[in-house]
Nanobody, 127 residues
């Protein structure tokens, strides 16, 4: 089992930046990639970004490309999501997820690739 705990959410204004963290514990050696998803009120959960845990390759949703950056600290078993130039439409609960089975980077935008999920952290961007 892998436990994931997100932190760093909050209320910011449009144009501001925010950095989310996701700390993994437990059988972290089994993790091959980690991702961030988000769910806005009344909408389905959607992919934001993913990172290959070993090589550090990254993959982003078009809606956040150029504004968000995913990174990881292997020594601390932590993945980050740096969010810049935030927009009101970025308002959502952000979830961290981890997967055990290697896949193509382009497949990491699918929820079914992930085995473990965090509880989520709220990000609210006011206009």
């Amino acid at each position: 089992q892998v436990q994931l705990v997100e932190s760093g959410g909050g209320l910011v204004q449009a144009g501001d930046s925010l950095k989310l963290s996701c700390a993994a514990s437990g059988r972290t050696f089994s993790v091959h990639a980690m991702g961030w998803f988000r769910q806005a009120p009344g909408k389905e959960r959607e992919f934001v970004a993913a990172i290959d845990w070993g090589r550090g390759n990254t993959y982003y949703a078009d809606s956040v490309k150029g504004r968000f950056t995913i990174s990881r600290d292997n020594a601390k078993n932590t993945v980050f999501l740096q969010m810049n130039s935030l927009k009101p439409e970025d308002t959502a609960v952000y979830y961290c997820a981890a997967c055990r089975i290697p896949a193509a980077m382009a497949d990491y935008d699918q929820e079914y690739e992930y085995d473990y999920w965090g509880q989520g952290t709220q990000v609210t961007v006011s206009s």
